[in-house]
Each structure stands twice: as C-alpha cells, then as structure tokens.
C-alpha cells in the first residue's frame, strides 16, 4: 500500500524558515517524481514544486521561486522542501504527491499524502 | 498556460441524484491528458479519473468521465453520502507548470 507521511509544518513568524518532510512507503521511492501541492485556508489546490526521480530537473511555481528548494533522499525515501523568506501567503496545507505521469514539469497526481499545516504569522 | 474553469462552483443535490460537472480548458489539452481528483472535507485530494476517462484504481464505476479538447466533463451517476465533496480537473498534456481548476462544491440539498 502506497503511503506518504508529511511532517514539519507548524507556526512560524514571516520571515522564518521551515523544512517539510515526506516519508514514503509501498512503491520503489526511486523511480518517480514527486511534487509539492499546497491548500491555502478554504481554497483550491496550488502547485509548488517538482522534483524528477533523481533529481535532475526540479520546477518551481512562480510564488515560490527563490525561496523554497525540493529535494530527496532516495535512500531514505524522503522528499524535503526548505522555505525560507516565508510569507502570511504561504499559510496553507501543505502535501507531497507522487507522480504517475509527467510531461515536462507537469504530472498526474496518483497518491498524496495527509498533508501538514504550515501557518505564517505576520 | 492553460486555464481551467470549472462550473458550477455548488452543485446542490439529493442522494441517489445524478451529478455532472463541467472543466472547461482555455486551449486544447494534449492528448485529452485530463484528471479528476475528489477532495472530501478534512483529507487528502484523491485520484478519480485520468485520461478524461479512465477511473483510478478502486473508483467506483458511478463516477465516469467524458470530453475532449477544452471540454470535459465528470459525472457521478447516483450521489452516494461518500460523494459530497470538492472535485478539481487538472490537465498534464502542457510542459509547463501543473494547474488546477478552482473546484466545484457538491453540496447535499
């Protein structure tokens, strides 16, 4: 069974810093692409970041470009994302998903994981 | 980059009622490479349909998904309790940056 177990978030002052965590289980971590999709309070979905299996190639949205970074340890199979600089913006669920597909920097989202809070306080 | 507009944004209906949804795209999506995912209050998005319209794994055969080009189309043949919830559409045909639609609410009336 798939599993993707996210950690880190928590409150932090604008400005501030936080490193996210994703711990993954019952698929070869390896060999796919994972990303970073975020929900802020009562709305939609919004891509952040993607990373290709052996990160290669990342990709990051517009909103977050310069001060969040993605990356992953295959052999722990754990996908991390690094804020920095973050923002009242930047308050939101925050979840990390596998890639079943992709072309270019664009996939299809196959299995996500509960997601964690992240709240930006200005 | 492709904009996704999906209508209505409440769906107000009945368990046991037909429920149809609409993903409008603002260009072509390559190779009708359109998704839905179901967001149910407190969880995660999951997985529906791909392809426009294959089901996931383990998604029931009342969901099935319809379209081409810039219109799609989801549609939940009779509303379980378990269905209300949030869909978003999503294309992956583009090489550019993952987008989703603002969602459609299925509310129970």
């Known amino acids: 069974e798939v599993q993707l177990v996210e950690s880190g978030g928590g409150l932090v002052q604008s400005g501030g810093s936080l490193r996210l965590s994703c711990t993954a289980s019952g698929f070869t971590f390896t060999t796919y692409t994972m990303n970073w999709v975020r929900q802020a309070p009562g709305k939609g979905l919004e891509w952040v970041a993607y990373?290709?299996?052996?990160?290669?190639?990342?990709y990051y949205a517009d909103s977050v470009q310069g001060r969040f970074t993605i990356s992953r340890d295959n052999a722990k199979s754990s996908l991390y994302l690094q804020m920095n600089s973050l923002r009242a913006e930047d308050t939101a669920v925050y979840y990390c998903?596998?890639?079943?597909?992709?072309?270019?920097?664009?996939?299809?989202?196959?299995?996500w994981g509960l997601g964690t809070l992240v709240t930006v306080s200005s | 980059e492709i904009v996704l507009t999906q209508s209505p944004g409440t769906l107000s209906l009945s368990p046991g009622e037909r429920a149809t949804l609409s993903c409008r795209a603002s260009?072509?999506?390559?190779?009708?490479?359109l998704a839905w995912y179901q967001q149910r209050p407190g969880q995660a998005p999951r997985l529906l349909i791909y392809?426009?319209?294959s089901r996931a794994t383990g998604i029931p055969d009342r969901f099935s998904g319809g379209g081409s080009g810039t219109d799609f189309t989801l549609t939940i043949s009779r509303l379980e309790p378990e269905d209300f919830a949030v869909y978003y559409c999503q294309q992956y045909g583009s090489s550019v940056a993952l987008t989703f639609g603002g969602g459609t609410n299925v509310e129970i009336k």
């Open positions: 260009q072509s999506v390559t190779s009708n490479y």
């Open positions: 990373i290709s299996s052996r990160s290669s190639t990342t």
């Open positions: 392809g426009a319209s």
């Open positions: 998903a596998k890639a079943r597909y992709c072309s270019g920097g664009n996939c299809l989202l196959d299995y």
